[in-house]
């Protein structure tokens, strides 16, 4: 079935850049996500890319795709300590339902 | 603009008994969404709707319920809950149109316990 994986813990310094990875299933997924969860909030849409892009930059975040390897990464420049939460890649499957990822817990420290 | 609620906040509830999650967005978004969120699980999709008057099975659709009579709510419902129902649940919309990417907008959730 579809699954979508993420390592579940990353510790940064604050002013050093973070990298979260995430693997995916579906290649035929038109659109991947970045959502950032706070603690106790619901989730945030922080970025997506759509699936013929490689890259896409937005201020800080830098998103990849490496459709071949069905690789996605979220890199975070400047790390911040309230960029310090839970962050999910998610792809859209169909037309309507989104497989998530586990979750990979940011932690910046001071 | 409140965007999207739910209500309980939190709940603890004894097995076998009945529950209703209230999910209420003012956005007008066409698509709604319940995730359950489990430690090591991420979020899975339980039940979805498209639009009012139709709702589709997600990933873990067994134990739960839903219902679209208008655009803005769209309740779940636990028949017969069971301790394995113990999660955060989070209720999501979206102005799904096919060919965009199409944000969900996520409610604050609702802790659920079942002794």
């Known amino acids: 079935g579809e699954d979508v994986e993420q390592s579940l813990f990353l510790s940064v310094r604050e002013g050093d850049s973070s990298v979260i990875n995430c693997t995916y299933t579906d290649s035929s997924s038109t659109y991947l996500y970045w959502y950032k969860q706070e603690p106790g909030a619901g989730l945030q849409l922080l970025t997506y890319i759509f699936s013929n892009m490689d890259m896409k930059q937005d201020q800080r975040l830098t998103v990849l795709l490496n459709k071949k390897d069905k690789h996605l990464s979220l890199r975070i420049a400047d790390t911040q300590t309230g960029d310090s939460a839970i962050y999910f890649c998610?792809?859209?499957?169909?037309?309507?339902?989104?497989?998530f990822g586990t979750g990979t817990r940011l932690k910046v420290l001071a | 603009i409140a965007g999207i609620t739910q209500a309980p906040t939190s709940q603890i509830l004894a097995a076998g008994r009945r529950m209703t999650l209230r999910c209420t967005q003012d956005m007008r978004h066409n698509a709604m969404y319940w995730y359950r969120q489990d430690l090591g699980l991420g979020l899975r999709l339980i039940h979805y709707s498209n639009t009012a008057g139709t709702t589709g099975k997600g990933e873990v659709p067994d134990g739960y319920s839903v219902s679209r009579a208008n655009t803005d709510d769209f309740p779940l419902t636990l028949a017969s809950a069971v301790p394995s129902q113990t999660s955060v649940y989070f209720c999501?919309?979206?102005?799904?149109?096919?060919?965009?990417?199409?944000?969900?907008?996520f409610g604050p959730g609702t802790r659920l316990t079942v002794l």
């Open positions: 998610a792809e859209r499957w169909g037309t309507y339902k989104y497989i």
């Open positions: 999501a919309s979206s102005d799904h149109a096919p060919a965009s990417y199409n944000e969900q907008f």
